[in-house]
């Protein structure tokens, strides 16, 4: 074989392999991208010094994202997907077809599913009240894969902050793409063959009353494995010239499975619980129920019974937040401190 034969025999190789690369390549979409009722992910977070040598992911196919050294900082927590309907606010979400509780402080966040994409609705907590958007924000657009350069949105919103009784006004702007492929290593021998990575730019303006405007930028990186239905990893660089938090941060999700006990339904009056913090014994006033379950911050299930109990031994609990729920209602949290 000559040299110009053999030259092109190696090239029609090269064009080979790159065309089966990019036939392996995962394409995001509704159905493996987006969680479902039930979904509940645990979140980890990384310690601050395992981020110092963080280098910005490489754009193009074929990349080698290893984390495997990363260490773990605080303790980890679950984010529960469950219907709007679950939750104490849902009649200002009336186009929301899912939400989301995070277990760390109950505060709940809604979107808006199709083929086309999913949406961020609004948001609602005890502290913040509810807060539909205005224009929702940009969570996803479908399909996905290496090199879509996915739709750049805006959203707005507004929240009432009782404890400083005044509007906070936030506009922003996102702008996605899917700027890479490859493998991922994470920490405990974690590792993904093949998974995409998008990025996401937003940059947003917080109109604090008589506090002035407060100018925020962060630029986040999501790694999708196309089987979780959530990114397996988030690393976000935020930036802000007033009130926040200036840095890197990360977390490493893995999906818990199907809770269905606690996110079939999170609503139902609020009920009375005392005293609070608790330290030997919860009292519980008056609760009439089927099955009665207490959860801790992450989403295991601490105590349980089908039996009516006038209080609860947590003396054996460890210090923190927990959630209780009655007939798989959410009914109420308490803290406990010895």
Not at 107 to 135: C, D, H, M
């Amino acid at each position: 074989m000559n040299k110009n034969k053999f030259n092109g025999c190696l090239i029609m190789v090269f064009l080979l392999a790159q065309m089966l690369t990019l036939q392996a390549q995962i394409q995001l979409n509704a159905s493996n991208s987006v969680p479902i009722v039930g979904d509940a992910f645990t979140l980890q977070g990384v310690d601050s010094l395992s981020l110092v040598h963080f280098e910005t992911p490489q754009p193009g196919p074929n990349q080698q994202w290893d984390f495997s050294d990363w260490t773990s900082s605080a303790a980890p927590y679950q984010l529960i997907f469950i219907p709007p309907s679950a939750t104490p606010n849902d009649s200002s979400f009336t186009s929301s077809t899912l939400a989301s509780v995070d277990m760390r402080d109950t505060s709940f966040a809604y979107y808006e599913v199709n083929n086309q994409g999913w949406k961020k609705t609004g948001i609602s907590s005890s502290f913040l009240g509810s807060a539909p958007y205005a224009r929702p924000q940009l969570q996803m657009q479908f399909p996905a894969t290496l090199g879509s350069s996915l739709q750049v949105d805006s959203f707005q919103y507004e929240l009432f902050i009782a404890l400083f009784g005044f509007n906070l006004s936030v506009k922003g702007i996102d702008s996605l793409a899917v700027i890479g492929s490859g493998s991922l290593k994470l920490p405990d021998g974690v590792n993904y063959s093949n998974v995409l990575c998008v990025i996401r730019i937003t940059h947003e303006s917080d109109e604090l009353g008589v506090f002035g405007v407060t100018n925020t930028s962060s630029v986040r990186y999501e790694f999708y494995d196309g089987i979780q239905r959530y990114p397996v990893m988030v690393v976000t660089n935020t930036t802000t010239d007033g009130f926040g938090t200036n840095g890197l941060s990360a977390f490493i999700l893995k999906n818990a499975g199907t809770l269905s006990s606690t996110a079939t339904a999170l609503q139902a009056e609020p009920i009375h619980l005392y005293p609070n913090p608790a330290c030997n014994f919860l009292q519980l006033n008056g609760l009439e129920f089927g099955t009665l379950q207490i959860f801790d911050a992450i989403g295991q299930l601490k105590f349980s019974s089908n039996a009516p109990v006038p209080q609860i031994d947590v003396q054996q609990f460890p210090n923190g937040k927990y959630y209780l729920s009655t007939d798989g209602k959410y009914r109420a949290s308490f803290m406990v401190a010895h």
